[in-house]
């Protein structure tokens, strides 16, 4: 009888080891690791600061100088005047020759379309925003796209930047948040302060790049002090552009006058 006994309580031990371990070896579940966790968050808060510093002003009025620069061919330069009226999505912007106050070229940008005019043309040329470049202004041969342009005269950052396949990424600096639109890509990299300190541009079915760097911060305004475009053809270096803000106004009008396409 003890032997039957002792039979009985090593085959119940053995069940209940045996339930123990089906138990253990259930399915694992996965689990985000803490470090990807931490990531995760420290970039979208990142983020939601630079959307935030980045918010363009309603209506506002800045007035810089141009210069444009050739290998070989020396330098250009020009004063500039832009009128941007975010609340309706259009702007004016005039480029006068410095001394003389000639116009050099001038821009319109009113519901996704621009209107064009420069000595080279007859008239007014009238051409959707998708697609155009800072090149068709007429005073330069910048592949870059004028929405690019636009944004860094705006104080403010392209829609693409916060899309869904933007990458973030933590660097020494700060953060940098690479994105593809309509096949160019584009790389934003930001310091500590949230700020835009370099714009890198590589443009679709081409060897053509762009290298953007911003500097300083003009008095307590979103804008740098100063901003240079090198731009590469087939690897070597093209064309130089340099804008060094001097004033803003973010009580200007921005009555209907002030945006005509004549």
Do not use: H
Not at 141 to 158: A, E, H, K, R, S
Not at 172 to 189: I, K, L, M, P
Request: hydrophobic share 40%; proline share 5%; net charge neutral.
């Amino acid at each position: 009888m003890k032997v039957r006994a002792q039979v009985r309580a090593i085959l119940t031990i053995s069940v209940f080891l045996l339930g123990c371990q089906s138990a253990v070896r259930g399915e694992p579940t996965e689990e985000p690791e803490k470090n990807e966790v931490e990531a995760t968050t420290d970039s979208e808060a990142f983020r939601s600061e630079v959307k935030k510093l980045y918010e363009p002003a309603q209506c506002f009025r800045t007035n810089f100088a141009v210069t444009l620069t050739v290998p070989g061919q020396g330098a250009q330069t020009a004063a500039g005047l832009l009128r941007a009226d975010n609340g309706n999505q259009r702007m004016r912007m005039i480029l006068t020759e410095p001394n003389l106050g000639i116009t050099l070229s001038w821009i319109t940008i009113k519901s996704g379309t621009a209107y064009v005019s420069n000595p080279r043309m007859a008239g007014v040329q009238k051409v959707p925003l998708e697609g155009f470049e800072l090149q068709s202004m007429g005073t330069n041969n910048i592949q870059l796209p004028f929405t690019l342009f636009q944004d860094i005269l705006y104080g403010g950052l392209p829609a693409g930047l916060y899309g869904e396949n933007t990458k973030w990424e933590p660097t020494e600096a700060g953060y940098s948040a690479r994105f593809t639109q309509n096949g160019d890509a584009f790389e934003y990299r930001f310091n500590k302060d949230y700020r835009v300190e370099r714009i890198l541009y590589a443009k679709a079915g081409g060897n053509y790049n762009a290298d953007i760097v911003l500097k300083g911060v003009f008095y307590n305004t979103i804008f740098p002090q100063w901003f240079a475009i090198q731009t590469y053809a087939g690897g070597r270096p093209s064309e130089t552009m340099r804008i060094v803000f001097q004033a803003a106004d973010f009580k200007a009008w921005c009555k209907d006058e002030y945006f005509p396409v004549q």
